[in-house]
């Protein structure tokens, strides 16, 4: 069958059995456009920036664990993907963004909105090509999408000039990709399996540490099995949030700067540190050196140049998480049935610290507390089918200490790259994957302003989302940390509430705009958006006062951690 290179690229898209894609049209794209007028399978969503159309293919493939497509032209709007790419490529979110390029007689000569999209993103992508000739983009995209979802998932980029769009080709889609370099591991080797296992059952006081790698490699059942038939205490990272239940009695809060202090006294307390699918990032440690001191550390993952990048592991386990902790649940399990015992002891004292040091904050006449809202909404959700996505700053840690997650892919955050403008768009791709669940956006009057536009295609689209805008009318984050680490002095942070009036803001893009100014209006809105079934933002007015804590001051060791205290309360 004898088609243009741009009918190839949607007929590839249509094999890999892509539902959807994001994006925005453009010159250097227009052919592959005029191949969506003529017919595709695909449904397009178009999206106002394609920033948020980036955000909103990694929430569409954090989602639903299927690999998010995102289509831009060339130049800024190439441009305009970096931020998402790079925030997939820290997150490990299977991204393929398809991009156009100037016609191939003009690379290099600086023409209009011509720009090296393949040079710019090479630090941030598994992978990516310029195609050069139209008879190559079948296997092209082929590879594209297996390198983007095997071994440890992340971004790649397809860059293909109009002319190369242009050009006929003889179309077959190939049944296998043809990568001699690329081999992810595939395998667990039986003796690190087994070494593993009996350092952790016989373990005084273990702790699994859960990344987001976990979800990722489907391995959540794995690693619940392994919890339980070991009596394991799980500590989940913010990316890894939802891997475990979070009302199971196993389960024991969330690591690092903003964590509780039980989850903390535990990381750091522990004789084997077991880490799953996760990176020992500085948000997470603190001080390094200073981080678990005395732990064996066992390491699990499928990315081998993870393992002792930051922290040496005393156990390494490479290979794929789902059988590698199935294989280890297995091995535990039978060394509990022998009489290794299970640390109960430990599991108490966890407990008991848990009780000792509960998240804390005060009260205030006349304000809404923040972490109220949070309470709010995480008893209006509970048991439901709920994804929570969220910008990045205050409201994030909030979130994520207050609204809890019972399923893998109901929590979905920018972690690595902490991307402002993330929630919102991130919450439409979720929709768009789930249009069963309820989607609620949790995001800072700083972060709704970065990608708001979005809100137009979530009506227009018919994506409705719920957004839970925690109005503090400051940069609020960054208002913490100058009032904490620059003796107070403010520079540029304070945003007001006043300048945009957020409820009209969304009722002008066709959404309804709910304002909560008083405590006893929260609950009610909550329930009045969650119950509409459209496009809700609900603008609740804060205290502009309220810092996060626990918190743990950047480079200082995790033991060093700043407790919420009466005093700490400032005054407006």
């Known amino acids: 069958?004898?088609?243009?290179?741009?009918?190839?690229?949607?007929?590839?898209?249509?094999?890999?059995?892509?539902?959807?894609?994001?994006?925005?049209?453009?010159?250097?794209?227009?052919?592959?456009?005029?191949?969506?007028?003529?017919?595709?399978?695909?449904?397009?969503?178009?999206?106002?920036?394609?920033?948020?159309?980036?955000?909103?293919?990694?929430?569409?493939?954090?989602?639903?664990?299927?690999?998010?497509?995102?289509?831009?032209?060339?130049?800024?709007?190439?441009?305009?993907?970096?931020?998402?790419?790079?925030?997939?490529?820290?997150?490990?979110?299977?991204?393929?963004?398809?991009?156009?390029?100037?016609?191939?007689?003009?690379i290099g000569t600086d023409a209009f909105q011509e720009c090296d999209i393949t040079g710019?993103?090479?630090?941030?992508?598994?992978?990516?090509?310029?195609?050069?000739?139209?008879?190559?983009?079948?296997?092209?995209?082929?590879?594209?999408?297996?390198?983007?979802?095997?071994?440890?998932?992340?971004?790649?980029?397809?860059?293909?000039?109009?002319?190369?769009?242009?050009?006929?080709?003889?179309?077959?889609?190939?049944?296998?990709?043809?990568?001699?370099?690329?081999?992810?591991?595939?395998?667990?080797?039986?003796?690190?399996?087994?070494?593993?296992?009996?350092?952790?059952?016989?373990?005084?006081?273990?702790?699994?540490?859960?990344?987001?790698?976990?979800?990722?490699?489907?391995?959540?059942?794995?690693?619940?099995?392994?919890?339980?038939v070991g009596r394991l205490p799980v500590i989940t990272t913010l990316m890894g949030k939802g891997a475990f239940p979070e009302t199971h009695e196993l389960h024991f809060g969330w690591p690092g700067m903003h964590g509780p202090k039980w989850s903390n006294l535990a990381m750091n307390s522990c004789d084997v540190l077991v880490a799953v699918g996760s990176r020992f990032d500085d948000r997470v440690t603190g001080k390094l050196s200073a981080f678990a001191p005395g732990a064996t550390v066992v390491h699990l993952d499928v990315d081998a140049a993870e393992i002792s990048k930051l922290r040496g592991a005393n156990v390494p386990v490479v290979g794929p998480l789902k059988k590698a902790l199935h294989e280890l649940a297995r091995d535990v399990g039978r060394l509990r049935g022998e009489g290794a015992p299970p640390p109960e002891a430990w599991l108490q004292r966890i407990a008991d610290w848990r009780e000792e040091f509960p998240l804390r904050y005060g009260s205030r006449p006349g304000v809404i507390k923040p972490q109220l809202a949070m309470e709010h909404l995480q008893a209006l959700t509970a048991g439901e089918d709920v994804i929570v996505t969220t910008g990045v700053g205050q409201h994030q840690m909030w979130a994520m200490q207050y609204v809890l997650s019972e399923q893998p892919r109901s929590f979905i955050s920018s972690g690595g790259l902490g991307t402002m403008g993330y929630g919102i768009p991130a919450a439409i791709g979720a929709k768009a994957a789930r249009p069963e669940a309820t989607v609620v956006c949790v995001d800072g009057d700083g972060c709704f302003q970065m990608t708001c536009q979005e809100l137009a295609t979530a009506v227009l689209d018919d994506f409705p989302i719920v957004v839970v805008l925690v109005n503090n009318e400051h940069l609020g984050m960054v208002t913490q940390w100058q009032d904490m680490f620059f003796e107070g002095r403010r520079s540029h942070v304070h945003l007001t509430r006043a300048v945009p009036d957020y409820a009209r803001l969304a009722e002008a893009y066709g959404a309804v705009g709910i304002t909560v100014t008083e405590e006893h209006e929260l609950q009610p809105a909550l329930e009045e958006a969650l119950g509409l079934g459209r496009t809700v933002v609900v603008d609740v007015h804060v205290d502009p006062t309220e810092q996060c804590f626990p918190m743990i001051p950047a480079g200082a060791a995790a033991l060093d951690m700043i407790e919420w205290e009466e005093t700490v309360e400032a005054t407006p």
């Open 1 to 106: 069958m004898r088609i243009s290179g741009a009918d190839a690229i949607l007929r590839s898209l249509e094999a890999e059995g892509v539902e959807v894609m994001f994006g925005i049209p453009g010159g250097a794209i227009m052919p592959t456009y005029d191949a969506m007028a003529r017919g595709t399978s695909v449904r397009h969503v178009l999206a106002r920036h394609e920033q948020g159309a980036g955000h909103m293919a990694q929430g569409y493939a954090r989602a639903s664990g299927r690999v998010g497509v995102a289509i831009a032209t060339s130049g800024p709007g190439a441009t305009n993907l970096v931020t998402p790419i790079a925030d997939a490529w820290m997150d490990s979110t299977p991204l393929v963004c398809i991009t156009g390029q100037v016609r191939t007689t003009l």
């Open 120 to 228: 710019i993103t090479m630090p941030v992508v598994k992978h990516s090509w310029l195609v050069q000739d139209a008879r190559e983009i079948p296997s092209v995209m082929k590879a594209a999408f297996h390198i983007a979802r095997s071994g440890r998932c992340g971004p790649v980029l397809v860059d293909v000039p109009r002319d190369v769009q242009e050009a006929e080709l003889e179309f077959a889609y190939p049944d296998r990709v043809d990568l001699p370099g690329w081999k992810p591991p595939t395998k667990v080797h039986p003796l690190q399996i087994r070494e593993a296992a009996r350092v952790i059952a016989g373990a005084e006081k273990p702790v699994l540490y859960v990344g987001g790698g976990t979800i990722n490699a489907e391995a959540c059942e794995e690693l619940r099995q392994l919890a339980e």
